[in-house]
């Protein structure tokens, strides 16, 4: 894709790029059947993160990172045109700048998300029986610690 894309990161508290972020989690879900979250469940959520996003030049969001600050990321999603472009490493990239581990929950049958993360060196830690709604099982993976976090991070942004 030959548009500019520009990193914006959004604080705490604020809702830029919340209608955004919720139609491109939504467009996903569909697309990947996914489990459907409740709408005010996902927007306090959101506005309680730090928001890391990559918007294009006519204002569409290409793809966003909803982290706490202990680099725990309740959301990631990149908008299907855009993947394959390193959005999504990016994004972790973002959020490890700011903390001391990265870590995350996945559906255990969301086999696109888990070999995201395990392509970046995420490892899993444990397996959670019942952790969605619809009594999904959840991996919780986990990134590593500041040091080698940011070593696996630059060898894989220099690839």
């Known amino acids: 894709m030959s548009v500019t894309v520009e990193k914006r990161v959004v604080p705490r508290g604020d809702d830029d790029y919340l209608q955004e972020a919720w139609e491109l989690k939504e467009e996903i879900r569909e697309e990947e059947s996914l489990l459907k979250q409740r709408w005010r469940f996902f927007a306090d959520a959101y ?16 793809g966003f990172a909803a982290a706490r600050r202990d680099g725990y990321i309740l959301f990631l999603a990149v908008a299907p045109d855009y993947r394959g472009e390193g959005f999504g490493e990016r994004l972790v990239a ?6 001391e581990t990265v ?8 086999e696109n998300a888990l070999a995201f993360y395990k392509h970046l060196g995420f490892e899993v830690e ?10 999904g099982t959840a991996y919780y993976l986990r990134l590593g610690e500041r040091g080698k976090l940011r070593d696996k991070l630059s060898e894989f942004l220099r690839r």
Do not use: K
Not at 47 to 62: F, H
Not at 94 to 99: K, N
Not at 126 to 135: A, C, K, L, P, T
């Open 47 to 62: 506005e309680r993160a730090t928001v890391y996003a990559y918007v294009a030049g006519d204002d569409t969001l290409a």
């Open 94 to 99: 973002a959020v490890a700048e700011d903390a």
């Open 103 to 110: 870590s995350c929950h996945a559906r255990a049958s969301n």
């Open 126 to 135: 444990r397996r959670i029986e019942n952790y969605y709604e619809d009594g």
